[in-house]
């Protein structure tokens, strides 16, 4: 999909502290923000939060690598820290390729190819939690996921759009330097 010498340029990018820095602060605010606001969701033993909002920003502010590291480690961390242990690999898997995907699509990129990124990651974060829970309990409990899912994803879009501009005027959040 990526093609190697596109695919491999992602990935060699150089990190430093600066980097490193940021990422540390957006996975902390994620999950802080995510932590805060989550509505439980019975069928699956799961919840709703806010973390597609970070991932998103993100990805489309700091490309696909960014989004792919703040997407798994922000996923993961949130299920530790709220309880749910059975989550935690599924989320570091779905939420870093939704991360990898958006920033693949939106990193730099006019507004029809970030529209296009949402969308693929949303998809991805949807199909990736129903087969979860459809795995870890059953079919029922995943299909259960989906409604929640695009909620989920809906207002995670609607934020990340909202700040998208805000962030970029802020200089301390630039990953290029």
Known sequence: MFG?????????????????????VMIALNVALSYIVRIPVPATNGFVNLVEAGIFLTAILGGARNGMIVGGLSGLLLD???????????????HGVEGLIVGYFGYQKNLISQVIGLVLGSLIMIIGYLLAGAFLYNWAAGFASIIGNMAQTVMGVIIALVLIPVFKRLPQINFKN
Do not use: D
Request: glycine share 6%; no cysteine; aromatic share 14%.
């Open 4 to 24: 190697k010498v596109h695919g491999e340029a992602i990935m060699k990018q150089n990190f430093n502290t600066k980097q490193m820095t940021i990422l540390a």
């Open 80 to 94: 530790l820290l709220a309880g749910y242990p059975q989550w935690m690999i599924f989320s570091f898997l779905i």
